[in-house]
Nanobody, 124 residues
Framework: QVQVVESGGGLVQAGESLRLSCEVS????????MGWFRQAPGKEREFVAS????????RYADPVRGRFTISRDNAKNMVYLQMSSLNLEDTAVYYC?????????????????WGQGTQVTVSS
C-alpha cells in the first residue's frame, strides 16, 4: 500500500519562504510523477506543481510560477516544494500527490494517492 506523508508546514509572514517535504513508501518512488496541490478554506483543491518521474520536467500553476520550485530526490523517496515570496493567498492545506501511472511525466487525478496534508498559513 502506498503511503504519502507531508511535512514542513507552518506559520510564516508574508514575503518569507518555506519548504515542504513529502515522503512516499510502498512502491518504487522513482518511477512515478509527483505533485503538490492545495486547498484554501471554502475553495476547491487546486493544482500547484508537478515533476516527472525523472525530475527533468516540471509544471507550475500560474499563481506560483517563479516563486515555487518542485524537486525530487529519488534516492530518498522524497519530493519537495520550495516556496518563496509567500503571500496571504498561499494560505492553504498543501497535499502531496503520488501519481499512479508508471513512467509518468505529469500527474492526473484521481489515479494516484494523496497525503494527509500540511497546513501553511501566511500572515501579514
Amino acid at each position: 500500500q502506498v503511503q504519502v506523508v507531508e511535512s514542513g508546514g507552518g506559520l510564516v509572514q508574508a514575503g518569507e519562504s518555506l519548504r515542504l517535504s513529502c515522503e512516499v513508501s510502498g512502491r518504487t518512488f522513482s518511477r512515478y510523477a509527483m505533485g503538490w496541490f492545495r486547498q484554501a478554506p471554502g475553495k476547491e483543491r487546486e493544482f500547484v506543481a508537478s515533476v516527472a518521474w525523472n525530475g527533468r520536467r516540471a509544471r507550475y500553476a500560474d499563481p506560483v510560477r517563479g516563486r515555487f520550485t518542485i524537486s525530487r530526490d529519488n534516492a530518498k523517496n522524497m519530493v519537495y516544494l520550495q516556496m518563496s515570496s509567500l503571500n496571504l493567498e498561499d494560505t492553504a492545506v498543501y497535499y502531496c500527490y503520488a501519481d499512479g501511472q508508471l513512467w509518468g511525466i505529469d500527474v492526473s487525478v484521481p489515479r494516484g494517492d494523496w497525503g494527509q496534508g500540511t497546513q501553511v498559513t501566511v500572515s501579514s
